[in-house]
């Protein structure tokens, strides 16, 4: 028998795409804080499921040095489902780092009634997510990651984009975590306008974080 036809007998996944895991930043559903999510790619269909919510952006960038540090120590396989590889992702993640403190809200119901423990991120600045028009999903790589397919914008609560050059131009990012960081400044500091020299100084800043510069 030849090698592949005995591979392909004695390893059920061979000659079959792998299943693709990856953790990644972007905008929570639920609140106003910056989410980590753990991105499954199953033969080309992606499920991302949320793994924390962070208030501030550096502390999420921290969580998901945590989160890339367990997945490069897991093999799944597609015989697997998504809630047992999230499980198994999830069960390495707090034996390796400890069940760390999250953002999210906390609700519970008390005698029919849902009561607030802990109310959800509420920001005056957050990222807004475009997709762009020319991306073309590499479903051997992708795994629903925002910066692949998207650009970003900083707007305040009504929408409105913020100036970063004193005049009416929107400036695009192509990182959410680097736009994270101007908005979470802009709220923080309660300003709609950055001069060239703040951004300059936060687009630095963000970017020495990310391990670019």
Request: glycine fraction near 6%.
């Amino acid at each position: 028998m030849g090698q592949a036809k005995r591979r392909k007998q004695f390893e059920p996944d061979y000659g079959k795409p792998k299943i693709i895991t990856g953790s990644f930043i972007s905008v929570s559903d639920f609140s106003d804080a910056h989410a980590i999510y753990l991105g499954i790619n199953r033969f080309g269909e992606i499920e991302t499921r949320l793994v924390s919510a962070h208030a501030c952006i550096k502390s999420a960038w921290e969580k998901l040095g945590y989160c890339r540090d367990v997945l490069s120590t897991i093999k799944f396989t597609s015989w697997q489902t998504n809630n047992e590889i999230n499980t198994i992702f999830l069960q390495n993640l707090v034996n390796l780092y400890g069940d760390y403190e999250s953002d999210d809200a906390i609700y519970m119901l008390d005698n029919d009634v849902i009561k607030t423990i802990s109310p959800p991120v509420k920001k005056l600045y957050t990222v807004s997510l475009a997709k762009r028009p020319e991306f073309d999903v590499d479903y051997r790589t992708f795994y629903g990651n925002p910066d692949d397919y998207c650009f970003f914008t900083v707007i305040d609560e009504s929408g409105k984009p913020i100036s970063i050059f004193g005049d009416k131009e929107i400036h695009i990012f192509s990182s959410y975590v680097t736009a994270a960081y101007v908005a979470d400044y802009c709220h923080e500091n309660k300003t709609h306008q950055l001069s060239p020299s703040l951004f300059k100084q936060l687009w630095t800043e963000s970017n020495k974080i990310q391990g670019k510069i």
